[in-house]
């Protein structure tokens, strides 16, 4: 088979599919053949344009609430009808706020909630979901993206940092639970050069680079790359953490 046909016949759904590091997930699974679906959250052009810009094939859009786990019930049984199947499942949605973690009012109770729910139990939602059509992949795989934060306490904001410590905790217990027929993984990777954190800028990320052993900016398609060889090649892994940062948690 072709390199860029190994992903040939292959379902994949993306959370948060329309920007940033989902969006660059999106078409590194495309290129190598996979039918893609497009998760997105407000922007259903932003997601339509990026399904336009992929090989011709069966992709999708689908619109995703994280705090509401009827939807991805309803995308199960849309899927199971279309497809039979889910290969690939990618949790890239996610929330945050810039907040310094001295500041405890502006972190209240209903934005920690908030995140939490957005970034831990959205995930676990999509799983629950659509865990019956990854069984009925020969090679099910779940990535849920992650951070640093999640074991560096240092990000956006205090709830940011527990709610990827969780998710993390939480891949290695279904990667434990849910085997032999699926594989978990945590992509985690530092700052990377997307909006997901709102006031980031590039000259803060390549200032922040400067200070890293590779001295380099990550840019969304690193991120992608890891995400990939999750399936492609990561064939005797579960549960585990696939760092992408250039070594700046070291």
């Known amino acids: 088979m072709k390199e860029n046909q190994?992903?040939?016949g292959k379902i994949v759904v993306v959370s948060g599919g329309s920007n940033g590091i989902g969006a660059a997930a999106v078409r590194a699974f495309a290129d190598l053949g996979a039918t893609l679906v497009i998760g997105y959250h407000s922007s259903a052009d932003r997601a339509k344009a990026v399904a336009d810009t992929l090989p011709t094939g069966r992709h999708m859009t689908t619109r995703l609430e994280l705090e509401t786990p009827a939807t991805f019930s309803a995308l199960a049984d849309e899927l199971m009808a279309k497809f039979g199947k889910v290969d690939v499942l990618v949790n890239s949605a996610g929330f945050t706020q810039a907040i310094p973690h001295a500041n405890l009012?502006?972190?209240?109770?209903?934005?920690?909630?908030?995140?939490?729910?957005?970034?831990?139990?959205g995930p676990y939602s999509a799983i629950r979901a659509l865990a019956p059509l990854?069984?009925?992949?020969?090679?099910?795989?779940?990535?849920?993206?992650?951070?640093?934060?999640?074991?560096?306490?240092s990000g956006s904001?205090?709830?940011?940092?527990?709610?990827?410590?969780?998710?993390?905790?939480?891949?290695?217990?279904?990667?434990?639970?849910?085997?032999?027929?699926?594989?978990l993984f945590s992509v985690s990777p530092g700052a990377v050069a997307?909006?997901?954190?709102?006031?980031?800028?590039?000259?803060?990320?390549?200032?922040?680079?400067?200070?890293?052993?590779l001295r380099r900016v990550i840019e969304a398609d690193d991120v992608a790359s890891a995400?990939?060889?999750c399936v492609t090649h990561l064939k005797a892994s579960t549960g585990t953490r696939i760092v992408v940062d250039g070594g700046r948690h070291l």
């Open 6 to 8: 190994a992903l040939s």
């Open 105 to 121: 009012d502006t972190l209240d109770d209903s934005l920690f909630e908030r995140i939490l729910i957005a970034n831990v139990r």
């Open 134 to 153: 990854l069984r009925a992949s020969s090679d099910g795989v779940v990535i849920n993206v992650s951070s640093i934060s999640g074991f560096t306490a």
């Open 157 to 183: 904001n205090i709830a940011y940092c527990a709610s990827k410590a969780a998710l993390d905790n939480m891949t290695m217990s279904l990667g434990r639970a849910l085997g032999p027929e699926m594989r």
């Open 194 to 213: 997307t909006d997901f954190v709102p006031g980031r800028d590039r000259s803060t990320l390549e200032a922040g680079a400067k200070t890293t052993p």
């Open 227 to 229: 995400i990939v060889a």
